[in-house]
């Protein structure tokens, strides 16, 4: 069941799992959160988080101020994504978004850092696409989000590594398609597909109807995918399209 945002005030005195999500916008960690527990049937309260903004009853209810953070009952606070994937496996083993087979949950595992962690796909795009915000006079406190999510490196290589992942994934596509697989790890959806799926709207925005993000995000993801500086391998546009059609509960909302 979807429910509607409640403020962070309002979800410490709720019971039961609440996560927050940076509202109005498609965060891709934060929509591929809402996959894992929409997928697998996990009830949840969406607890509002501002984007650039302080944030200061989120810090302290969770000890930090980003999306997505999960809360179940008294628990920690889990704001990896790491954490959030095997929370909502805990809650729901099936259906299985971290594959029983050692090699391919280590491989999976390993797509997804490229994808979610520092230095890969989604952190190297932000931060192009906090270029491109500050580029275009964006409102949105550009200079404090640099210094949160830098990681030391230049533009040059942000725009190499989010190239260098897409045409990595790419290829494992062609392989897996050529061995009778349309998923990226093994012969059944991982969580691995729904990261790029969510992923990919860094760089290619999904059609209105899958996605009705604003229009300036439509903007800041062409823009973003500029400064890469090469096209998204028509491979992972297939694969997400699939993905969406075939595994998530679509219009996605946020």
């Not at 994504?81 to 090699?103: G, K, N, Q, T």
């Not at 906090?130 to 290589?157: N, Y």
């Not at 925005?205 to 096209?231: N, T």
């Not at 399209?241 to 996605?252: A, D, E, G, S």
Request: hydrophobic share 45%; with cysteine.
């Amino acid at each position: 069941m979807r429910r509607d945002y409640v403020s962070v005030e309002e979800a410490m005195a709720l019971p039961g799992l609440r996560i927050a999500f940076t509202r109005g916008v498609p965060g891709p960690w934060g929509e591929a959160a809402r996959a894992f527990f929409d997928i697998k049937g996990i009830d949840y309260w969406p607890v509002i988080q501002e984007g650039g903004a302080p944030n200061e009853a989120l810090r302290q209810w969770s000890g930090q101020t980003s999306a997505p953070c999960a809360m179940l009952d008294d628990e920690r606070p889990r704001a990896h994504w790491s954490e959030i994937l095997m929370l909502a496996e805990r809650l729901a083993p099936e259906p299985r978004l971290v594959p029983d087979d050692e090699d391919e949950r280590t491989a999976m595992f390993g797509i997804a850092h490229e994808l979610c962690g520092e230095d890969g796909f989604g952190w190297s795009a932000r931060l192009l696409m906090l270029e491109v915000m500050e580029r275009q006079l964006s409102e949105v406190p550009v200079a404090h989000m640099k210094r949160k999510f830098s990681s030391g490196g230049s533009l040059a290589h942000s725009a190499m590594r989010a190239g260098a992942v897409m045409e990595m994934l790419a290829r494992r596509l062609e392989r897996q398609q050529a061995a009778g697989s349309p998923y990226i790890v093994g012969d059944r959806l991982s969580a691995a597909d729904i990261y790029w799926t969510t992923f990919s709207n860094l760089v290619a925005p999904m059609d209105e109807a899958d996605c009705p993000m604003p229009d300036f995000y439509r903007e800041w993801s062409r823009g973003c995918l500029e400064l890469i500086g090469i096209k998204v391998p028509a491979a992972l546009i297939a694969h997400r399209q699939h993905m969406l059609k075939t595994h998530f509960v679509l219009p996605m909302r946020f």
